[in-house]
């Protein structure tokens, strides 16, 4: 009995020891730590573009345009030919009067007092209106008088009536007509103006025909209650020089 207890105990203590062994053994063995990767996927997506075409449609407007017609802008032409001057229609009759003289006288066509007077070397040229001198002569006549050495480089008239006169209005044309028509009242002896020919009263005439004068200018105002005008115009260059010629005379023929 006790014989089989002993073995009994031996064969326990063999497994126990054995057991004890086999810990250490597995205590003693290193310990190895697997780490497993996480596996990524990527997974592919298929990224369809769908390309979308639109269509822009530029849409034309017809834009009409309404363009109102205005009248062109007239400027109605002054009938002045200076500023508050003389109407251009009085102007031209006044230049008239002296260029037709000019070219008769020129053209050998012109008869004083049944004698024709020789032609001129050159043509006498016309003269043309002077506004600066149109004021003078406009400011000389406004005095109402004839002042002394008024009539030097410059014409004068004075028109003495009983009515009453409402404008100067063709005053200055009437007065060009009797001073041009001085030649065939009194004559033209010479056409040196001489003291004689300045005596027969044709200084008027003589000044309108002085060859050298090229611009003329005048003006009227009525006076004495509207009842007298008194004309002037006023000349460059000056005439009526002492012992020179009016024009440069050709001499006469045979």
């Given at each position: 009995m006790l014989r089989h207890f002993i073995v009994v105990f031996a064969l326990v203590a063999a497994a126990a020891a054995a057991e004890a062994i086999g810990e250490a053994a597995a205590a003693a063995k290193p310990t190895t730590t697997t780490t497993t990767k996480p596996t990524t996927t990527t997974k592919k997506v298929a990224t369809?573009?769908?390309?979308?075409?639109?269509?822009?449609?530029?849409?034309?407007f017809a834009t009409t345009t309404s363009v109102r017609r205005v009248p062109p802008t007239t400027t109605k032409p002054s009938p002045n030919m200076c500023s508050n001057g003389l109407l251009k229609t009085e102007i031209a009759s006044i230049l008239a009067l002296h260029n037709k003289l000019r070219t008769d006288i020129s053209e050998g066509k012109f008869v004083a007092k049944g004698k024709k007077m020789p032609a001129s070397k050159k043509k006498i040229a016309n003269l043309s209106w002077d506004c600066q001198l149109e004021k003078a002569a406009a400011?000389?006549?406004?005095?109402c008088k004839i002042a002394p050495n008024m009539s030097k480089g410059a014409n004068v008239y004075f028109h003495n009536g009983t009515s009453v006169l409402t404008t100067t209005s063709g005053q200055i044309a009437t007065a060009a007509g009797i001073w041009a028509g001085e030649?065939?009242?009194?004559?033209?002896?010479?056409?040196?103006?001489?003291?004689?020919?300045?005596?027969?009263g044709v200084s008027d005439a003589t000044q309108m025909a002085w060859a050298k004068?090229?611009?003329?200018?005048?003006?009227?105002?009525?006076?004495?209650?509207?009842?007298?005008?008194?004309?002037?115009?006023?000349?460059?260059?000056?005439?009526?020089?002492?012992?020179?010629?009016?024009?440069?005379?050709?001499?006469?023929?045979?």
């Open positions: 369809t573009t769908t390309a979308r075409r639109v269509t822009t449609t530029t849409k034309k400011a000389a006549a406004a005095g030649f065939t009242k009194y004559g033209w002896p010479t056409v040196n103006y001489t003291s004689a020919v300045a005596k027969l004068t090229r611009k003329v200018g005048c003006g009227a105002a009525l006076c004495n209650s509207k009842k007298s005008a008194l004309v002037v115009c006023k000349y460059k260059v000056w005439g009526n020089k002492l012992n020179m010629n009016v024009y440069p005379a050709k001499p006469a023929s045979g």
